[in-house]
Nanobody
Framework: QLMESGGGSVQAGASLKLSCADS????????VAWFRQAPEKAREFVAA????????NYADSVKGRFIISRDSSKDTVYLQMNTLKPEDSAVYYC???????????????WGRGTQVTVSS
């Protein structure tokens, strides 16, 4: 079971760091992606990383502000979110699969999400 943590309510311009870990499997063996979903909007891609970490990609809306990374010693994947904007407000989900993916359809395992709210 994937589990996200680190969400919260912040002011615009602030930073948050989300974490994604799994209680039953080594997340280090999987490609991981972050998605977000705002109310009445479709789930959208945010960032992705291959299992070895050699490949990463970001949505244009977060490029230069968000960083996806993994700590093998903690078997955790992170999403560092800087210079947050009100439009970043959403429930953030991490997902995993053996192969690299950027589409929600590519995620085999999902967390339940963590809420990020950014006020102006």
């Amino acid at each position: 079971q994937l589990m996200e943590s680190g969400g919260g309510s912040v002011q615009a311009g602030a930073s948050l760091k989300l974490s994604c870990a799994d209680s039953g499997r080594r997340i280090g063996n999987y490609a991981v992606a972050w998605f977000r979903q705002a109310p009445e909007k479709a789930r959208e891609f945010v960032a992705a990383m291959s299992w070895a970490g050699g490949r990463t990609n970001y949505a244009d809306s977060v490029k230069g502000r968000f960083i996806i990374s993994r700590d093998s010693s903690k078997d955790t994947v992170y999403l560092q979110m800087n210079t947050l904007k009100p439009e970043d407000s959403a429930v953030y989900y991490c997902a995993a699969n053996l192969e690299y993916f950027e589409s929600p359809n590519g995620g085999r395992f999902w967390g339940r999400g963590t809420q990020v709210t950014v006020s102006s």
